[in-house]
């Protein structure tokens, strides 16, 4: 019998209840780093809707590494309890939580998406939004009008991984199940990954080997000081789109040497190193687009993955568990339209059966739901015509 995306899942001591997690988004809502009311009421309300494991947004491991200045922060204890705050309420609704740990590199401060999705310019300077140097693996802008970023030495790459250590430590203390090292889309891990930003000749640039080791350096420095019980997850881009970017034959080698180091799961998603991303994409992507990708990693690297882009059907997602093309799905913007996603996934599935469409719901809302469902059969035919509404 295959395994079903309602199915429970162990990784070494956290079993998450389903597999469907809700995809890491950032927020652009904090202050200093700092999570606020709005973080504990948008990530609460997916644990309540059902999900297996709600990922917290790109979490900077210092202030010059966050993306936009309304991005999380663990470079300081200050930051810890506003999450434990997070984690303590997503666990007792029974969902697994996991933070993801990024450095923005040379695609740091940047403008909120809603002012522009740019480089910081007059208006956000107005706004109070300074700009700070940045840095990179070579001195290549992300793009026109982009700082020049400021190349790493050494002592600063020492200084990067001591970072992410010291987040991890703090995420720990906060009490989330996992962590994620964000390596994707273009951020300071991922630019080292890549020929198109990586023109180093020193022990970090050149050949597969010194591409790929700040992530796998990063990856073991992580696995020594998280807990051995808890998973340890890494966020690749399976394809660069752009010249000179990573053939794809890079990304299982690199996902099994990320295994070698003990990472648990490989988030696959796309894109990030220049063009578009692969949620501000243009051009349609295609339904579950990622999946094939995330299936060739699981293969090919011998690696449990987990899947992203456009899954918002709950049949797709169940075919990619049962096909065994991933092992987790992740949502994104579909949680957003919809945080109650999984419940509702559940339904559309008809695993419950008959009459027992709302018993994993929260007990608060479902005795409510499910008495409603008998008045709303009952005037099945009364229903008025007013569309439907949702998506
Ligand atoms: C508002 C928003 C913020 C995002 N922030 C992050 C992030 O913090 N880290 C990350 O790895 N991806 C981020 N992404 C990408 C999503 O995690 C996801 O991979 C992408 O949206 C595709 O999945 P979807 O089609 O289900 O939305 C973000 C996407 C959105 C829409």
Redesign the pocket.
């Known amino acids: 019998m295959s395994i079903r995306l309602f199915d429970s899942l162990t990784l070494r001591g956290l079993t998450l209840r389903n597999r469907v997690a809700i ?6 809502s904090a202050t200093e780093g700092l999570a606020e009311d709005f973080h504990l009421a948008h990530y609460g309300r997916f644990a309540l809707g059902g999900a297996g494991l709600v ?1 917290v ?2 979490t900077s491991v210092s202030p010059e590494g966050r ?1 936009s200045h309304g991005d999380l922060g663990l470079w300081d204890d200050f930051q810890i309890e506003p999450l434990a705050r997070i984690v303590r309420l997503v666990k007792a609704q029974g969902a697994a939580i996991g933070i ?1 740990l ?1 450095h923005g590199g040379r695609k740091a401060c940047r403008q909120r ?1 809603w002012h522009g999705n740019g480089p910081l310019g007059e208006d956000d300077f107005a706004r109070g939004d300074r700009p700070w140097p940045l840095v990179g693996p070579s001195a290549i802008p992300f793009g026109e009008a982009y700082q020049t970023p400021r190349v790493l030495e050494d002592a600063d790459i020492a200084g990067i991984r001591a970072a992410f250590i010291a987040a991890a430590r703090r995420a720990e203390v906060a009490g989330f199940d996992l962590i ?1 090292i ?1 390596a ?2 273009g951020f300071l891990l991922h630019s080292f990954m890549c020929p198109a930003t990586n023109r180093r000749s020193d022990a970090y640039g050149g050949d597969f080997a010194g591409r790929h080791r700040l992530a796998l350096e990063v990856a073991a420095d992580l696995r020594a000081v998280w807990p051995e019980d808890r998973p340890l997850f890494t ?1 690749l881009s399976m394809e660069d789109g752009v010249a000179d970017g990573r053939p794809f034959a890079e990304t299982i080698r690199l996902a099994a040497a990320l295994k070698e180091r003990g990472v648990d799961v490989i ?1 696959c ?1 796309s894109g990030g190193i220049g063009g578009h ?4 994409a243009g051009g349609p ?1 295609g339904y579950g687009f ?1 999946i094939p990708l995330a299936h060739k990693v699981r293969e090919g690297a011998g690696i449990r993955t987990m899947a ?5 059907e709950a049949t797709l997602a169940d075919q990619a568990i049962a096909g065994e093309r991933c092992d987790l799905v ?7 339209n919809d945080p109650n996603w999984p419940q509702h996934a559940h339904a559309a599935l008809g695993l419950g059966g008959e009459g027992a469409v709302y018993d994993r719901w929260p007990v608060q809302y479902g005795w409510w739901l499910e008495r409603r469902e008998k008045t709303l059969r009952a005037l099945d035919g009364e229903r008025p015509p007013s569309g439907r509404v949702g998506r």
């Open positions: 995809s890491s988004m950032c927020m652009y990922m947004e790109a993306i993801q990024v998406p994620e964000h994707a889309h966020r988030d998603s991303s692969a949620s501000t992507s990622q992203v882009g456009l899954i918002t992740a949502i994104g913007r579909e949680a957003l």
